[in-house]
T-cell receptor
């Protein structure tokens, strides 16, 4: 399977600041990456589909101006949470799609906004 | 919305087999059945997937009903490291390649 890393693994920030989360595909070139969000004791919710070289596709209810996604290379996608607020505190997880059947997930980034 | 239903939780004794059920009554002929698991504070991990035939890999076995409306994930010998939330996902594949996660089954393994 594919190896995916995320950085940072956890981050604490003040309300109103922006936070960038990186997702890297370490052993293959990922045309498509996905970003999920998971609140405590809930399941994963897909936020957006990130496509290399083009604009991300956001799920209904996810603000594209607040959650900026950049997929500038085949091995790196970034999610920037702009003007973060306490309600944005969550576990953010990315995944890659090596083929057409299976996604491989990163270890997740835990964001706490004070 | 997730198209599968699973029990909220299950328990198993260590080193005994575990059968995790999943219902997917609306599955179409081209939908795959995928299983992922998520250990605490980690990203999900791929376990196994299948279409019609039963499947085996080093982690688990997947038994798919003949009418494909249900399936069972089988862990042959549960270990403490298998304690996780197990997600059964009906996956259409071609097109969006999106996974829709339900609530999953929280498996507890008793030493």
């Amino acid at each position: 399977g594919a190896v995916v890393s995320q950085h940072p693994s956890w981050v604490i920030c003040k309300s109103g600041t922006s936070v960038k989360i990186e997702c890297r595909s370490l052993d293959f070139q990922a045309t498509t990456m996905f970003w999920y969000r998971q609140f405590p004791k809930q399941s994963l919710m897909l936020m957006a589909t990130s496509n290399e070289g083009s604009k991300a596709t956001y799920e209904q209810g996810v603000e594209k101006d607040k959650f900026l996604i950049n997929h500038a290379s085949l091995t790196l996608s970034t999610l920037t949470v702009t003007s973060a607020h306490p309600e944005d505190s969550s576990f953010y997880i990315c995944s890659v799609l090596p083929g057409e059947e299976t996604q491989y997930f990163g270890p997740g980034t835990r964001l706490l906004v004070l | 919305d997730a198209k599968t239903t699973q029990p909220n939780s299950m328990e198993s004794n260590e080193e005994e087999p575990v059968h995790l059920p999943c219902n997917h009554s609306t599955i179409s002929g081209t939908d795959y059945i995928h299983w992922y698991r998520q250990l605490p504070s980690q990203g999900p991990e791929y376990v196994i997937h299948g279409l019609t035939s039963n499947v085996n890999n080093r982690m688990a076995s997947l038994a798919i009903a003949e009418d494909r409306k249900s399936s069972t994930l089988i862990l042959h010998r549960a270990t403490l490291r298998d304690a996780a939330v197990y997600y059964c996902i009906q996956y259409s594949g071609a097109g969006s390649y999106q996974l829709t996660f339900g609530k999953g089954t929280k498996l507890s393994v008793i030493p």
